[in-house]
């Protein structure tokens, strides 16, 4: 008899649990600057070791948001719980919080010891403990030999190591990040992404990050939230956010998309839809995430990767269209094709570049077939 497989790792996900206490409450929480509504009545939990993106463009509350969590700001309406408790009145030193802000806010005079030091001295702890905290800190974000030196002696990321390291060393329940790695080169800032969620995961910490990058967004984080005019739109993990968008905005915001809107037609049998969306052409076939009225007014969105481009007219599939390629974007390990069909629409299709630039198989002003397949992209009517 053969032995059963071993079981793999648990998936991190207390959100999916009902038993699971939230570290973080967000109940019915609105903030007003005069007429200016910055967050709407937002309701949202956040849970222990979860490392929580607000993600969205300026001016959608994220930094707002998270100005309250620290207790900068405080809640026109709604309450703030952390581990349980109403923290509205309790002023931002005396809150299991830190902030670790973009610009770092070392001081320049202290070594990189003294400055991670610098908290826990305030607190009047023993300086054996003070000593061993800082050695424990400076072990964890690898700057053991730059204990001596002062900020400006350091590079820039080495600078970001040192605030995360001070905003740890204090251990508080959360940590919050506004745009940590907004002053880093774009290869540093992906290196440290990585090193961000190893940290995290070894401190155990709740991190709630604040950012406008997408990328960064989806790389570290366990969950995401898409801001939009002091709401979340959505909430999800980074895969459900960019594979099954709950509307139109979020499906435009996150990564690229391209968008047709028309009119839906629901083949009663199968559970798929037909998007009518231009006079004289094939309609769209789709398959919705929930039922369909006919004559609803929806949109079909589907990621370029999962547009196929061909030479030849692919026989046998759904979803097919023709057009002229009049750019091409050569991002190194991938190309973006920009196809204008006869409607004058303009279609992006991705593929791999597996071979050499010069042995690409489409050039400008080539007509090519687009396809793909009827669950490839997603029906949305938000």
Known sequence: MSEPAPSGPSVFA?????????????????????????????????????????????????????????????????????????????????????????SYALFPHLTVWDNIAFGLKRDKLPKDQIAARVEEMLRLVQLQKFAKRKPHQISGGQRQRVALARSLAKAPKLLLLDEPLGALDKKLRTDTQFELMEIQEKTGTTFVIVTHDQEEAMTVASRVAVMDHGRMVQVDTPDRIYETPNSVYVADFIGDVNLVEGNATAHHTDGKIEIHWAEGKPPIVGTPMVPIADGTRCTFAIRPEKVHISREHPEGKSNIMQGKIIDIAYLGNISTYHVQIPTGEIFKAQTANTRRIEKRKFTWDDQVWLWWRESAGVVLTE
């Open 14 to 102: 207390p959100w999916k649990d009902p038993a699971a206490r939230p570290l973080i409450q967000f109940q019915n929480v609105t903030k007003r600057f005069g007429d200016f509504t910055a967050i709407d009545n937002l309701t949202v939990d956040i849970y222990e070791r979860e490392f929580f993106a607000l993600l969205g463009p300026s001016g959608c509350g994220k930094t707002t948001l998270m100005r309250m969590l620290a207790g900068f700001e405080s809640a026109t309406e709604g309450y703030i719980l952390l581990d349980g408790k109403d923290i509205g009145s309790v002023p931002p030193n005396r809150r299991a919080v830190n902030m670790m802000f973009q």
